[in-house]
């Protein structure tokens, strides 16, 4: 493991970079402007970079959002999400064509035309994007345990557990969906950590890939069973953790990142 200041002195060694959003790019209300200056100079030194989040939106949705947020469009590029492989995965057969939907509606997009929204007891799955920013699976207990009795598949559109807004942290769909996955329930998971979204993340960009990353048991963890180098930013959701463990964190989740950095940097 090496211990960065900037990527300055690494992305050369790679074909493309993949960047998590939420604690790398931004923080979940304003782009860091360190982070704006790591992009342009991977542009100018002619390193592609793509954006791989767990975001419940479609991908095509990412560069208005980052926009939005202070990004400058030429650093807008593509991106991948977990919404997207939701709509990928509902676009093919399988899951039949009613569903329970739990989450903001914005995030109903994620849908291909052709389902049709539903109460739980006639649903042929549970599609969960999100749940209250300060709720947990106990919030949810009539909604697990129904699904579970009907053995239903609970199809998760961001396996984060907890992102950074601001200078606090909020729930994600994944602390919903992890605790149907303990109950014994059919749980699919449609971003990072899981295989298939780093398949398709390596086919957008291609070659020798850096994932830079936040979260220990998504980005770092995913990217690495799928063989791509890692940079940790140690001033993300493991902010805390980090700066009262240091390296030791790491043995927790059976992981060493190739690099660490205290925030992305050029």
């Known amino acids: 493991m090496q211990n960065l200041t900037g990527l300055s002195g690494v992305a050369r060694h790679y074909d493309g970079v993949l960047f998590d959003i939420y604690g790398v790019i931004h923080s979940g209300e304003a ?10 100079s991977l542009q100018a030194a002619g390193v592609p970079y793509g954006f791989l989040s767990n975001m419940p939106l479609r991908a095509a949705k990412v ?35 009613r569903y329970y939907f739990q989450g903001p509606e914005r995030t109903r997009e994620i849908v291909p035309e052709g389902y049709e929204g539903t109460s ?3 649903a042929d799955f549970v599609l969960a994007s999100g749940i209250g920013d300060s709720e947990g699976p106990k919030n949810y207990t009539a909604l697990l345990e129904g699904a579970l009795a009907r053995g239903l598949p609970m199809l998760c559109a961001n396996p984060d557990l907890k992102v ?13 969906v992890d605790a149907y996955e303990r109950m014994g329930g059919d749980a699919r998971w449609m971003g990072k950590p899981h295989g298939s979204v780093f398949a398709m993340a390596g086919e957008m960009l291609g070659g020798k890939l850096l994932m830079v990353g936040d979260s220990l048991r998504t980005d770092i963890a995913g990217a690495q069973a799928a063989g791509l180098d890692t ?11 980090y700066a009262d463990q240091g390296a030791a964190l790491f043995a927790q989740y059976g992981i060493t990142p190739s690099y660490t950095l205290p925030r992305l940097a050029w």
């Open 31 to 40: 782009c860091f402007e360190p982070a704006l200056h790591c992009l342009a």
């Open 63 to 97: 560069p208005a959002a980052l926009i939005k947020r202070g990004m400058p469009e030429a650093l807008a590029v593509e991106a991948l999400t977990s919404g997207e492989m939701v709509f990928r995965a509902l676009s093919g057969a399988g899951y039949g064509k």
């Open 120 to 122: 739980l007891a006639e």
């Open 164 to 176: 950074g807004r601001g200078d606090r942290l909020v729930s994600c769909a994944g602390l919903l």
């Open 231 to 241: 940079a940790f930013i140690t001033s993300g959701i493991h902010k805390q953790d």
